[in-house]
């Protein structure tokens, strides 16, 4: 079956331009996660959403980013103003909720270049 | 607070030997924990998981790893490697299975040598 898509896969945006990144999850899975992967690291959580409702921002590192989720399924992850040190993979996970297999499954990211 | 170590970001083998990537957690709660492979330019797997029950956990492409709480350890092994294990690995540790935050250690690439 489908997996968790992402688009667009790679992005280049200049400093201070805003930039909108799509994730379609697994459909049916109820749980849908944002993380930011730098260079050389592994990947750091930004957010997390059940449904429509965003339940963690913990790890959104400034106002600039704002994700949504409205209708419980595709999400989308915004940054505005983008600097450089946002340059990084934007990955997207998507889980079900269904008893004891529930697993992160990750789309291929999106990879952003702030120039 | 929970952390992840792998110790060794770079792992070199040769096809068929041991293959052995090191991760240590920190946790003050028992953890569940992961270890996912990434290939280039795609998102991540699931190797295997550890929740609760047995603690040597085999996962996918003959990986398996052990839950050592004595030791805070993880380590992901395998037999014999193969070309095609070249990639990058991370662990990582939650809370809660599913639906939960995954905190990743910061990889290790492995390398595997004809």
Known sequence: ?115 | AQSVTQLGSHVSVSEGALVLLRCNYSSSVPPYLFWYVQYPNQGLQLLLKYTTGATLVKGINGFEAEFKKSETSFHLTKPSAHMSDAAEYFCAVSHNFGNEKLTFGTGTRLTIIP
């Open chain 1, 1 to 115: 079956g489908a997996g968790v898509s992402q688009s667009p896969r790679y992005k280049v945006a200049k400093r201070g331009q805003d930039v909108a990144l799509r994730c379609d999850p697994i459909s049916g899975h109820v749980s849908l996660f944002w993380y930011q992967q730098a260079l050389g690291q592994g990947p750091e959580f930004l957010t997390y959403f059940q449904n429509e409702a965003q339940l963690d921002k913990s790890g959104l590192p400034s106002d600039r980013f704002f994700a949504e989720r409205p209708e419980g399924s595709v999400s989308t992850l915004k940054i505005q103003r983008t600097q450089q040190e946002d340059s990084a993979v934007y990955l997207c996970a998507s889980s079900s909720l269904a008893g004891q297999e529930e697993t992160q499954y990750f789309g291929p990211g999106t990879r952003l270049l702030v120039l």
